[in-house]
C-alpha cells in the first residue's frame, strides 16, 4: 500500500507559480512528528519535511493545533482565528515548554524565514492548501472581519501570542 495524498492540487506551473507568489503562506519550525495543524477544514500531520501551508488565499483562517503526548495522546485543541494578507508569511517556532506555537522574537531572522518562503527556498516542505474547499469555508467565514476579530479574540492572541 501506497501513501497518497488526502487531495491532490491540479494546477499548471504557471498557475501554481501565481498562486505560490500572490498566496500567503505559514510557516510551522520545529513542529513534533505527527502533530495536527488544522487549517479551515483542512488537517496536516506533520512528517519529517513538514514545515506548513502554502497558497493559501487571502482573508480570514481558522488555525489549530494539538500537542502530542508522551503516551502519544491528543492535548486540547489550541486554535484561533488569523488574518492573512496577499504574499504574508506567518512564522510561528514550536516551544517544547508550552506546547504551543510561539513567534520567533526576533524580527531579524523572521524576515530571513519569509524571505526563503518567497523566493522558494522551502517549497517542497510546504503543502498546498486545498483550493477545492476554500468556496466552503468562505460561506462559513464571510461574515468575519479584523473589526469582529479585535471584538471577539483576547488580546494576547491579537497581540503577541501563539499564532495571530
Not at 479551515?40 to 519529517?48: A, I
Request: one cysteine or more; a negative charge; aromatic letters at 6%.
Amino acid at each position: 500500500m501506497t501513501n497518497q495524498a488526502p487531495y491532490a492540487v491540479q494546477l499548471d506551473p504557471d498557475s501554481a507559480r501565481n498562486l505560490a507568489t500572490h498566496g500567503a503562506s505559514i510557516l510551522l519550525l520545529n513542529v513534533p512528528l505527527g502533530t495536527p495543524i488544522g487549517l479551515d477544514q483542512q488537517v496536516f500531520l506533520t512528517g519529517p519535511r513538514f514545515k506548513g501551508i502554502k497558497m493559501i488565499p487571502p482573508g480570514t483562517h481558522f488555525v489549530s493545533y494539538q500537542a502530542l503526548g508522551k503516551d502519544g495522546s491528543l492535548g486540547p485543541p489550541v486554535s484561533t482565528l488569523v488574518s492573512l494578507t496577499s504574499k504574508q508569511v506567518l512564522v510561528r517556532r514550536w516551544d517544547p515548554a508550552t506546547e504551543g506555537l510561539v513567534p520567533l522574537g526576533d524580527e531579524d531572522e523572521e524576515a530571513r524565514y519569509a524571505a526563503g518562503v518567497a523566493q522558494f527556498d522551502l517549497d517542497q516542505e510546504l503543502g498546498p492548501y486545498d483550493l477545492n474547499r476554500y468556496g466552503q469555508w468562505v460561506s462559513l467565514s464571510c461574515h468575519i472581519n479584523q473589526q469582529l476579530m479585535q471584538e471577539l479574540l483576547p488580546v494576547r492572541v491579537l497581540n503577541a501570542s501563539v499564532l495571530g
